[in-house]
Structure formats: C-alpha cells, structure tokens
C-alpha cells in the first residue's frame, strides 16, 4: 500500500495505512473524504491534499 500524498493544509506528507486512512509526519491521522479531501481525526478539520485516489483507480 504505502502511498504518500502531500497535505497543502499543514505542509507535509501523509503517507495511507489502508484505503481511506492515511497517518502524516506529525502523527495525525487522515480518513479520506474525496480525491482530494480528507479530515484530521482529531481535530475534525478539512484538509486540501494533492491526489489520494483508491486502488480501482489504478492503472
């Protein structure tokens, strides 16, 4: 799995755990929203990042 996306919200990388959980540098964990959405499980806010799709949108 090990794909990493960059998060424009707080300036790192965020690298995915499993399909729609993603952990950053600082330990946060991301749950995926969209393409390019996910939100910060702790503190619930809305992060912008560059593309997180799903292994069917693999080619």
């Given at each position: 799995m090990?794909?990493?996306f ?53 080619d």
């Amino acid at each position: 799995m090990s794909k990493h996306f960059f998060d424009y919200d707080d300036g790192d990388f965020a690298y995915t755990v499993s399909d729609n959980m993603a952990i950053d540098s600082d330990g946060n964990m991301l749950m995926r929203m969209g393409d390019n959405m996910a939100i910060d499980m702790d503190s619930g806010d809305i992060h912008y990042i560059s593309s997180w799709s799903g292994d069917d949108d693999d080619d």
